[in-house]
């Protein structure tokens, strides 16, 4: 391990206290962000209970199709994070930076796809606030799904964002050889933001695209 | 204990348990403080005080965690029995409506009297009140009567107390409600039961119930509603106090809030057999009608509707 | 005291620079103690001068000093800058941040720049308050119930609902911090059960600032958007429910008031140990009380809404679990009492206050148990009995324990000593000033004054009127110790390392510390307040 690449801030004594706090840092981190998250399911789960019909019609006019290709195109991704991590600690360079970018093309995938189905319900009129124009029955409830539905997938959204400039920037370090079997903490919590990141949309994914669907 | 009269049937329970508590948190704050200040002056510095080291000793610590929690197991206790009683009105309680809005309270009695920020009420006739906002929440206080309750907009929230001594009690409005707040009280007027049904007897109209009634007609309810309408509506007869099987399976009690809700809100509970077809009227009618509705539909039974017809 | 020893003493973090800028971008946890101290400092105050109208204004019944409109955003204003701008933040952001890497023998926290960050997102979430101030204020009370902040409040909500946001962050990551500096930071021997009691409250503290702050900012975000664009979950016109935002809200807000207390209890367990001279008593199970305060702590909040239309059964459990937490508060007034036997008291201004903050939080501690009991909450609740149990625990308990604090630690932190005579004045006239300000309170509340009220009925004149007297004697006592700590900072006689004779990593390093606190890591090899057994 190369102590002149990757110098210890001075507040610690050694590189493993140093790899400790930094990923007792980030698991910290995201926990908080699950508290985050779980203030909009709380608040959509109690919402739904006061208007299931409308949350099931709400859920059927989004579009699954795109929903499930977002859902696979995030699980690959989480995937080649995984994998490229392995190859770093295995020694490996190349292959571990082009499974950074994949991560962070497939990231920027899910989001144009997202914006897709954005546009789509803008048509539709089913932006709350900015274009609805829903009638009926549900057009009340169907209102706060919308509206929780833009929260929450607008702020995953901006998770996913941040983690494509991340991604973005761990492709290019490891290229430069930033990392290496060692030393590549940033590398190892950058890919556990991700899979976070990813572990939230396998909630929304039922609670959005499924709930309407079943039976 | 103090200047603020007992004026309800739960006022002389809640004060024992307050006195009661009150006693006991005196007696550790005096044990507490005498302690302290024993110790802070046979042990000042300088003092020749012995100081052999103390041991810790776990007895100490467990009387200390266990006889307070034993202690406040027991008041817990106490305090429940009686929060039960305060949330469950008696059967024969008379109700009376509430409407809360920035800043005044609204009340109509079951016989149709209106006032404005006073409330008059029977001594020893328990009542129940039915409270909703228009607005913001307000909050129903009577400190006399030791009650208090929030009144939330479209939704019902019940409170009730029997008033046991004559004379007229501050009303306070105890939930922030925007600039006038402190300016939204009144006065709740207890009265000899004969004194109330000469009150009542002088600001006599027609009772709620009544107005609802009018309101039924003229609203157009009863144009789907009459069991003789050419639309297929339930006819709601005996609704009040019954289950309703809904379109989606579940039943549902028919309590006020469904009531309103069926007014306000028809899509959201359709009852079991019939068409989403009902019109909203929220917006178009106000709280006070949509009391005087349910007043009315609470006493639209077949029993009633044949005595009038045969009258 | 011995002045002759003149080792070459090492630069102090305070002679590493002068300029503004050396300040602006220090990652040194001991200089952003000190930035959030002014900041902290500068919003007591301004807070404090709300307080100040508010009781003037309640000086007679009618509201003649000001409309119902400023009053009401007095109130708000003073609530929102003391729990979010000074409470919260005071003692751990100040006090924990000075201290805690000193303490557990580390050289600073985890992360300093994070730590730096965490400061400026307090003021931007400061100047935010502000402008929101110099726009014509708020007026929806520092819990911004809705749909009154959502629909019907004309004022700037918007503004301050965004400045509890930042400020949000900057607690969330001092947590963050302080959690990893705990858990990865500690000096070789350091084991878990020889951290000192501050050390725990800080730890616990951090989890709860961690744990609880990101339910408060998806709660103001989504009154954002309900204000913002009219479509939301809380508002009942648009089908939204707004007891669930009271849930939300008090999920967040009643672990903060332990976010406020808990490390006023770390403080006082140091105080006293000093001033008697002994060990803690039970170090165990203060410890335990701790962490048993933090978790019931966000189990408790339903408490808040036993008339709010929360179910009569759910209130029970609420009920019940309010008065298991205050098992462990108890515990702690029994220890610290215990701490005294066999001691060797002194009464300096440090231990005037930890001894004050006893007598206050049990008072305070107290009188909760009346708001946990459903029944008696049903009376008492918003009114001033409320309000004067929650300023024993938060101004009685928190700002007494923060001063003191801040009195104890003085000399680490500046290198100099204050006048002591007038610092137990000050520590005495505002213990007084502080019982005769908010003890009538309690009477108030009783007898049924409501909360929030501009005018009142004229029945309650005369415990208003003392209370204000008491608020007059209680702002006096609070301008004296911005006087003469000045004064100290300039006169003050030179304090050395240990000025207390005290036990604790912190005071074996010079006053004020070097950058990096130790020259070597220190090796632990007992627990904490090793004083004479």
Request: hydrophobic share 50%; net charge neutral.
């Amino acid at each position: 391990m190369n102590a002149r690449l990757h110098p210890v801030p001075e507040q610690f004594d050694d590189p493993v206290q140093q790899r400790e706090a930094a990923t007792l840092g980030m698991w910290a981190f995201l926990a908080t962000e699950i508290l985050f998250f779980g203030v909009l399911f709380a608040g959509y789960t109690l919402c739904r209970v006061r208007f299931p019909d409308a949350f099931a019609e709400g859920s059927r006019h989004t579009d699954m199709l795109l929903g499930t290709i977002e859902t696979a195109v995030l699980l690959t991704s989480s995937c080649a994070v995984a994998l490229s991590v392995r190859e770093v600690q295995l020694g490996g360079r190349r292959l571990a930076s082009a499974l950074l970018a994949a991560t962070a093309a497939l990231g920027v995938t899910f989001l144009v796809m997202h914006g897709f189905e954005y546009v789509a319900e803008y048509r539709e009129g089913l932006i709350p606030a900015i274009h609805y124009t829903q009638q009926g029955v549900y057009a009340r409830g169907m209102e706060i799904f919308y509206c929780l539905y833009y929260f929450i997938t607008g702020f995953h959204s901006i998770h996913v964002m941040v983690g494509v400039a991340l991604m973005a920037v761990m492709a290019w370090r490891t290229w430069r050889r930033a990392y290496d079997a060692d030393y590549h903490t940033p590398l190892e919590l950058t890919a556990l933001y991700w899979h976070l990141v990813d572990i939230v949309w396998i909630f929304v994914y039922p609670l959005v695209y499924l709930v309407g669907r079943a039976g | 204990m103090s200047m603020l009269p007992q004026a309800s049937s739960f006022a002389p329970d809640l004060d024992h348990l307050f006195d009661t508590l009150l006693l006991l948190c005196g007696l550790v704050t005096v044990g507490v403080f005498v302690v302290m200040i024993a110790f802070c002056v046979k042990y000042r510095h300088g003092s020749a005080a012995e100081r052999t080291p103390a041991r810790q000793h776990l007895g100490v610590e467990l009387t200390w965690t266990l006889i307070p929690f034993v202690l406040f197991m027991g008041i817990f206790g106490w305090s429940v029995q009686l929060w039960i009683r305060l949330r469950t009105p008696p059967k024969d309680a008379q109700p009376v409506y509430v409407v809360a809005k920035q800043w005044m309270w609204k009340v109509q009695h079951p016989g149709g009297q209106r006032e404005i920020d006073t409330l008059h009420v029977p001594v020893g006739q328990p009542i129940r009140l039915v409270m909703t906002s228009q607005d913001v929440i307000h909050s129903f206080y009577v400190p006399a009567f030791r009650v208090k309750q929030d009144v939330l907009p479209d939704r019902y929230t019940e409170l009730w107390f029997t008033a046991t001594q004559a004379g007229s009690f501050h009303l306070f409005c105890s939930e922030f409600c925007g600039t006038d707040h402190a300016r939204m009280g009144g006065s709740v007027i207890a009265m000899a039961p004969a004194d109330y049904a000469r009150w009542l007897h002088a600001h006599a109209s027609l009772s709620l119930a009544a107005q609802g009634e009018a309101l039924f007609r003229q609203l157009g309810c009863s144009g789907c509603h009459d069991p003789q309408s050419g639309v297929h509506a339930p006819d709601l007869y005996d609704l009040y106090g019954h289950t309703v099987p809904l379109s989606d399976g579940s039943q549902v009690m028919a309590d006020e809030r469904y009531l309103q809700d069926s007014i306000l809100l028809p899509k959201k509970q359709i009852a079991a057999g019939y068409a989403p077809i009902m019109p909203s009227f929220e917006g178009r009618i106000g709280a006070e009608d949509v009391l005087a509705l349910v007043a009315y539909l609470k006493t639209r039974t077949r029993a009633a509707e044949d005595s009038h017809e045969h009258r | 005291m011995s002045t002759v020893e003149r080792a070459p003493a090492p630069r102090s973090y305070l002679e590493e620079g002068y300029g503004l800028r050396s300040w602006l971008t220090t990652h040194d946890h001991k200089r952003i103690a000190i930035l959030y101290g002014v900041g902290i400092t500068f919003f007591f105050f301004l807070g404090g001068l709300a307080a100040a109208l508010i009781r003037w204004e309640l000086v007679t019944p009618a509201g003649d000093l000001m409309s119902a409109e400023t009053y009401n955003k007095a109130f708000t204003f003073h609530g929102v800058v003391m729990v979010w701008f000074f409470l919260i933040p005071s003692i751990p952001a100040t006090l924990g941040n000075f201290l805690l890497p000193l303490m557990i023998g580390a050289r600073d926290v985890a992360f300093p720049r994070l730590n730096l960050f965490s400061w400026y997102l307090y003021v931007v979430g400061g100047l935010f308050t502000l402008l929101c101030l110099l726009l014509g204020g708020v007026d929806t009370g520092w819990t911004f119930y809705t749909p009154f902040s959502t629909m019907f409040s004309n004022s700037n909500v918007m503004l301050v609902v965004v400045g509890v946001f930042v400020v949000g962050f900057s607690s969330i990551f001092t947590g963050l911090n302080f959690i990893v500096t705990v858990h990865t930071m500690r000096a070789p021997g350091m084991t878990w059960m020889r951290l000192p009691l501050f050390v725990w409250a800080m730890y616990a503290v951090a989890l709860v600032m961690m744990l609880a702050t990101p339910v408060l900012a998806m709660t103001l975000a989504l009154i954002g958007l309900e204000r913002l664009f009219g479509v939301g979950i809380f508002d009942p016109a648009l089908g939204g429910d707004p007891v669930l935002f009271q849930h939300f809200f008090w999920f967040y807000s009643h672990p903060a008031v332990y976010i406020m207390i808990l490390p006023a209890m770390g403080v006082v367990s140091e105080l006293i140990t000093h001033g008697a001279r002994r060990r803690i008593f039970g170090y165990k199970f203060m410890v335990w009380a701790i962490i048993g305060i933090a978790v019931v702590g966000f189990l408790v909040w339903g408490h808040h809404m036993f008339v709010a239309g929360q179910s009569m059964y759910a209130s029970i459990v609420f009920s019940i679990l309010s008065f298991i937490i205050a098992v462990p508060s108890a515990i702690k007034v029994f220890n610290w009492t215990a701490t005294l036997y066999k001691g060797d008291i002194s009464f300096d201004a440090p231990m005037l206050y930890a001894l004050g903050f006893v007598g206050l939080f049990m008072l305070g501690g107290l009188t909760g148990l009346f708001l946990a009991a459903t029944a008696l909450d049903v009376n008492l609740t918003d009114t001033y009995f409320v309000v004067a149990h929650f300023h024993y625990i938060m101004v009685g308990g928190a700002v007494m324990a923060y001063l003191g604090g801040i009195h104890y630690w003085w000399p680490k932190i500046t290198g100099r000593l204050y006048s002591e005579a007038w610092a137990r004045f000050a520590a005495i006239l505002m213990f007084f000033g502080f019982n005769l300000t908010f003890f009538p309170q309690y009477i108030l509340g009783y007898e049924g004054m409501p909360r929030r009220y501009h005018e009142y009925l004229p029945q309650f004149q005369v415990w208003n009127v003392l209370s204000s007297a008491g608020a007059t004697i209680l702002g006096a006592a609070y301008l004296l110790p911005l006087f003469y700590l000045a004064w100290s900072l300039r006169h003050g006689a030179r304090a050395g390392p240990n000025p207390w004779d005290a036990t604790g990593l912190e005071w074996t390093v010079p006053s004020p510390p070097p950058l990096r606190n130790f020259d070597e890591a220190p090796e632990v090899t007992e627990g904490p307040y090793a004083y004479r057994r």
